[in-house]
Each structure stands twice: as structure tokens, then as C-alpha cells.
């Protein structure tokens, strides 16, 4: 976990700021816009993405409905592992280039604001590591280090339940299941960000990716690491049909079947899903889907997520002004954050950035002017 980080060097301590009893800001999500997405394609040797890609759809199941546990499911595929340093290479690809990349102050999958607010809130109970970069003069790109594991609870069976309520949408029959990912840029807290996330299903086929056929003629891009193929008729899929699948079992429901789920709204809340279909199971078997909108999950989790979301914001904030004065200093761009026992500390990182040089540039100022 520590190899390529040099802890010779003394580390920065992230303290979390302490918290006042009033005047403290609302964090929101605003202006929130998806401005990409894309669909991991089945492929014998080069990782591939279709852009834009499209969920599966929902397909209400009969109940009692029976699923194998994830653990010996073989669909799981999660392809971005692959691409070891280059996790979050597909963003850069699925978003067009016009956008303005030099305008964002962070750029992450939800994997590491997930473990950045569960270290905040106070909830999270496993150490973490987290490689930052400083692109351009302002931007701060956030990815799990190389070799990050998929940890798999050989009781969950999420993976099963989720393939079997959807289907493949029209026209993408060769996408790997569970492995739609969308990019949204918003402003949280003050900071613009860039965010990646999964999304596990959509009420309806998008039209016209549901007219389409498999021999319809899309272009293509190719990089070292990665293929993209472009299907420039096809349409992202609209926020509002998005749907978040989650398993619980009886064991854990606690007599309510949100129980302490505030975890899940905040995953939710850094997405924007609008909504959560909740499967009740009891050892695999599932008896009951309970549906919740965003707003529900609000109205029972939104003020006590809060604090967590403001440590959270403030750290970031924190690690970006640090990042920025180390990098004046002459200690290069490449950084580690690691959690340890829920202490954040800021070490030095030996090695290549999280992106290919090409892609660094488009956060200078000016590359597309």
C-alpha cells in the first residue's frame, strides 16, 4: 500500500476542522450537469469504452425471487482495474474536449469522496489511501492507488439481484454488465467539481440508443491503454430515469428497512440519483423491493449527513491549498493521502501521474483557445 511513497519524508497531518455550533454553510450539490458517460464493451485483449454508453434497464421481478451469492457470480468485471495508473483515463475520453477542464478544482471517482466523508462523518472503520495529483495551476485529481482490491462480502448478493432485475439496453448487447459510468461536474461546497460514479439501472431504453442496431457504424479513438468507439446519434440517458439498486437482508434491517442507511443517501447524494430501489432478501431470497425517491431519503438523512459533508469539503479544501504550497516548494505534483487508524496524513509520491501527459495538459489554461 506504502511502497511508492516516500515516508521519509515528515507527512502532513489533515486535521478535521472543528466543528461550530452556528453559522456553518449547507452543503449543497448545484448547477449539476452530466457531461459524459460510457459502457465498458466485451473485448478479448485492449480495454474498451462506448461512448456514451447506456444502464440497463429495470425489469419489475417476480416474487420470491432467488439469486446466487456475488462471490460465485463470474459476470463481475470491474474493467477499470485494468488500467492500473490510469483509473480515471475513460473520463477524459467520454467528455468532450471542449469542455473546461482548467475551470475544475477536483476531478475523482466517487470511490474517494466515499471514504474521504466516511473518515469526515466518523463512520468509516478501514484505513484508505488516496493518490492526488495537481493538474494545471488549480486542479486536484484524486484516484485509488495501483492494485486496490475489489472486496467482495461473500454474503452480498447486490451483483445478483442487479442482473436479475435488468436487462441490456437496445444496441449494447456486447457491454459488460454492471459497468455504466457516468461523469457530472458541479459545484459542492464552493469547490468545482468533476465526478465519475456507476450507475446500476434506468426505468426505460433512451431513445434513439433503442432504435439502434448492432451494425450501426461509430467512430473510434485509440490510445496506448485504451479504445473508445463514438456513437454520435446516441443520447446520455436522462438523470431523471436513473435508478441506485441496493440488497439488505433481514439480519441487518433492524425492524425498518432504511435502518441506519445514511451511507447510501450520501452515495446517492454525490450522484444525484433520483432513485433507490431497495431489495429485501433473506439468504438470497427476496420477498420485498421497497422504492424510495431522493427527496424520502432526505427528509430521513440529509441534516445528519451534514456535518460529515462539511469535514469533508473542508478537507479537500484543505488538501488542495497543502498540495499547492508543496508543489511551489519544488516537492513535484504526485501526492498520497492515507487514513490510518482515522488519521489523514499527506506524504510525497515516488512515480508517474494518475494521467497520461497529453491528457495533464488539457487543465493548463489556454490548450484549446
Request: glycine share 8%; charged share 20%.
Amino acid at each position: 500500500m506504502y511502497t511508492d511513497v516516500l515516508q521519509q519524508v515528515t507527512p502532513d497531518i489533515i486535521p478535521p476542522r472543528p466543528s461550530t455550533a452556528l453559522g456553518e454553510p449547507h452543503i449543497s450539490i448545484e448547477n449539476f450537469k452530466t457531461i459524459g458517460s460510457y459502457s465498458w464493451q466485451r473485448t478479448a485483449s485492449k480495454p474498451t469504452i462506448l461512448v456514451p454508453g447506456a444502464p440497463r434497464i429495470w425489469t419489475e421481478p417476480s416474487l420470491p425471487l432467488q439469486v446466487p451469492a456475488d462471490v460465485n457470480n463470474p459476470t463481475i468485471d470491474k474493467r477499470e482495474y485494468r488500467l492500473a495508473k490510469m483509473y480515471l483515463l475513460p473520463i477524459m475520453l467520454a467528455v468532450p474536449q471542449t469542455f473546461e477542464w482548467p475551470s475544475v478544482d477536483i476531478l475523482t471517482d466517487r470511490w474517494a469522496l466515499r471514504r474521504l466523508l466516511g473518515w469526515a462523518g466518523g463512520g468509516g472503520r478501514e484505513d484508505f489511501r488516496i493518490d492526488i495529483d495537481l493538474a494545471g495551476a488549480d486542479t486536484l485529481i484524486l484516484s485509488p492507488p495501483i492494485g486496490t482490491p475489489i472486496r467482495m462480502d461473500p454474503r452480498s448478493v447486490g451483483v445478483g439481484f442487479e442482473h436479475a432485475t435488468t436487462t441490456a439496453p437496445p444496441g449494447e448487447e456486447n457491454s459488460v454488465p454492471g459497468q455504466y459510468h457516468r461523469v457530472a461536474a458541479y459545484d459542492m461546497g464552493g469547490l468545482h467539481c468533476v465526478v465519475r460514479f456507476e450507475v446500476d439501472a434506468s426505468l426505460q431504453a433512451t431513445e434513439p440508443n433503442s432504435g439502434h442496431s448492432a451494425s450501426r457504424t461509430l467512430e473510434i479513438l485509440k490510445t496506448p491503454l485504451l479504445d473508445a468507439f463514438y456513437d454520435d446519434i446516441a443520447c446520455i440517458t436522462p438523470a431523471e430515469d436513473l435508478i441506485e439498486l441496493k440488497t439488505k437482508s433481514l439480519r441487518q434491517d433492524g425492524g425498518g428497512h432504511l435502518g441506519p442507511w445514511g451511507p447510501r443517501y450520501e452515495q446517492m447524494f454525490l450522484g444525484q440519483i433520483p432513485a433507490l430501489y431497495l431489495g429485501i432478501h433473506q439468504g438470497g431470497i427476496f420477498h420485498d423491493i421497497s422504492k424510495y425517491s431522493k427527496e424520502e431519503l432526505a427528509m430521513a438523512h440529509e441534516e445528519q449527513s451534514q456535518p460529515g459533508l462539511r469535514k469533508m469539503v473542508d478537507a479537500l479544501v484543505d488538501v488542495r491549498g497543502l498540495v499547492k504550497r508543496r508543489v511551489l516548494e519544488g516537492h513535484g505534483t504526485t501526492f498520497s493521502l492515507i487514513c490510518v487508524q482515522k488519521e489523514l496524513k499527506l506524504y510525497k509520491r515516488r512515480g508517474e501521474g494518475v494521467l497520461p501527459d497529453e491528457f495533464l495538459a488539457y487543465f493548463s489554461v489556454g490548450v484549446f483557445t
